[in-house]
T-cell receptor, first 109, second 113 residues
Framework: GQNIDQPTEMTATEGAIVQINCTYQ??????LFWYQQHAGEAPTFLSY??LDGLEEKGRFSSFLSRSKGYSYLLLKELQMKDSASYLC??????????WGAGTKLIIKP | IAGITQAPTSQILAAGRRMTLRCTQD?????MYWYRQDLGLGLRLIHY???????GKGEVPDGYSVSRANTDDFPLTLASAVPSQTSVYFC????????????FGEGSRLTVL
């Protein structure tokens, strides 16, 4: 079966760095996507990895290891506005996104 | 620029009633999707459309129907609502099919009593 595993909740301090891990099992693989979702709002696209390695985009970076079925999202210089849920979503062989339940990130001053 | 507009934002509905959730996009995207989001679960795909005039079933299509008469509109209909359809419904679009970069509407919160 297809399965996504990410922590339910994490807490971090403003200005710090946090890493949100995601492990996955899918039928085939066509890339992995990270989305941000603030409470009561729509998900918004953050990043995309299809090859192994690190993709950096400002304060956010995303890493992929296809052989390990593993990805992480790294957030640097945390700001209060980064308090949100972060959704991990690999794409399977049918080009369907398989969504994790999300990691709720709480930022404390 | 509106992007994707969903209506209604919120609705309370009696079981057995028919309900249509509306979704309109102004980005001329070819593909559109309907997801439901429930607490503790990932987004689940209900139906999708890769282009105007075509639709397909997602992971949880039972009890729902869609149509795609033109590029912009993708309504979702619950023919006879049941309490298990209480959820937040998100419409999304993408420029082309088979891409994971989706643009979401603000969601429609539906409660079926």
């Amino acid at each position: 079966g297809q399965n996504i595993d990410q922590p339910t909740e994490m807490t971090a301090t403003e200005g710090a760095i946090v890493q949100i891990n995601c492990t996955y099992q899918t039928s085939g693989f066509n890339g992995l996507f990270w989305y941000q979702q603030h409470a009561g709002e729509a998900p918004t696209f953050l990043s995309y990895n299809v090859l192994d390695g690190l993709e950096e985009k400002g304060r956010f970076s995303s890493f992929l290891s296809r052989s390990k079925g593993y990805s992480y999202l790294l957030l640097k210089e945390l700001q209060m506005k980064d308090s949100a849920s972060y959704l991990c979503a690999p794409m399977d062989s049918n080009y369907q996104l398989i969504w994790g339940a999300g990691t709720k990130l709480i930022i404390k001053p | 620029i509106a992007g994707i507009t969903q209506a209604p934002t919120s609705q309370i509905l009696a079981a057995g009633r028919r309900m249509t959730l509306r979704c309109t996009q102004d980005m001329r995207h070819n593909a559109m999707y309907w997801y439901r989001q429930d607490l503790g679960l990932g987004l689940r795909l209900i139906h999708y459309s890769n282009t105007a005039g075509t639709t397909g079933k997602g992971e949880v299509p039972d009890g729902y129907s869609v149509s795609r008469a033109n590029t912009d509109d993708f309504p979702l209909t619950l023919a006879s609502a049941v309490p298990s359809q209480t959820s937040v419904y998100f419409c999304a679009s993408s420029l082309v099919p088979d891409t994971g970069e989706l643009f979401f509407g603000e969601g429609s919160r539906l409660t079926v009593l």
